[in-house]
């Protein structure tokens, strides 16, 4: 009985700013204050008046581009990495796994001086590359650290077999071990995919123009005419908005998500 009432709670308070924010997202004027949970009268003028007031398609696009961009290629990095920390070795292994573990915990402000300083150098500030850059700091060191300890777990077997056919290293990496990775990739690669997406510091500081800010910018600037109240209708659907594909890609790789977490929980 404990664990049920547990797991309901745990369920309610997990879905319930989902459902709050939908139902403030299809309510208007008065009916905000409303303590209905669903309106008696739902309208979609939240949701066109998102689109309508500001290049909000424009910006999900960016959020696309900038979250995709950064797993492909914090992926593709951390894979090499993790075969060279995970199956190689030399001197100074552990010492460089535990700065890169230590790069993750700064905070983002305390690394912002100095990548404003390097997107200026770049002379890439209001581009989505400034973006990407910026977001790899946050999830490199994470993805590389995953994913070097479901490479140690690899057989040695299939690299010593690799080895005795000739096969060179990018091969033995994309063609032998990643298929194995690909649980652990896809988890990693979606929490990643999540982290580049929320990202809101960099986002603000690095881009200056409406066209070229994300989702998290656009909806914490989103205002009335007036100046003197919050649009928290539209601020409710744009966040339904921006949370839709989330969800979608939660359930799409629900269970290579599971398998991939778990992977590493089981010895031998």
Same mark, same amino acid.
């Given at each position: 009985m404990g664990y049920w009432a547990a797991s309901l @709670?745990? %369920?309610f308070v997990s879905v319930f700013p989902l459902l709050y924010a939908l139902s403030s997202s299809l309510k208007q004027g008065s009916g905000l204050f409303s303590p209905e949970l669903w309106p008696k009268a739902p309208t979609f003028a939240n949701y066109s008046g998102v689109f309508a007031e500001q290049p909000f398609a424009q910006n999900l696009l960016n959020s696309l @581009? /900038?979250?995709g961009s /950064?797993?492909?290629l914090s992926l593709g990095l951390s894979l090499m990495a993790a075969w060279a920390f995970g199956r190689v070795e030399f001197r100074g292994r552990g010492l460089l796994l535990m700065l890169i573990l230590s790069a993750s915990m700064l905070p983002q402000v305390a690394v912002l001086s100095g990548m404003f300083e390097l997107v200026r150098a770049f002379g890439i500030y209001d581009t989505l590359g400034a973006l990407i850059i910026a977001d790899l700091v946050l999830t490199l060191p994470f993805t590389v650290w995953v994913l070097v300890t479901f490479m140690r777990q690899l057989p040695k077997e299939l690299e010593e077999a690799a080895a005795m056919d000739g096969v060179g290293v990018l091969t033995l990496v994309f063609r032998v071990y990643m298929p194995l990775l690909w649980p652990a990739m896809v988890a990693t690669g979606l929490l990643a995919f999540i982290a580049a997406w929320n990202e809101f510091l960099f986002a603000l500081t690095f881009t200056l123009s409406t066209e070229a800010r994300t989702v998290p910018v656009a909806i914490a600037l989103i205002s009335t005419p007036s100046g003197f109240e919050l649009p928290w209708g539209k %601020?409710?659907?744009a966040s339904v908005i921006v949370t839709l594909p989330l969800v979608a890609l939660v359930v799409v790789?629900? =269970? =290579?998500i /599971?398998?991939?977490l778990s992977a590493g929980a089981v010895k031998g």
């Open positions: @709670l745990f %369920i @581009l /900038v979250a /950064v797993v492909t %601020i409710m659907a790789f629900q =269970r =290579r /599971v398998s991939g």
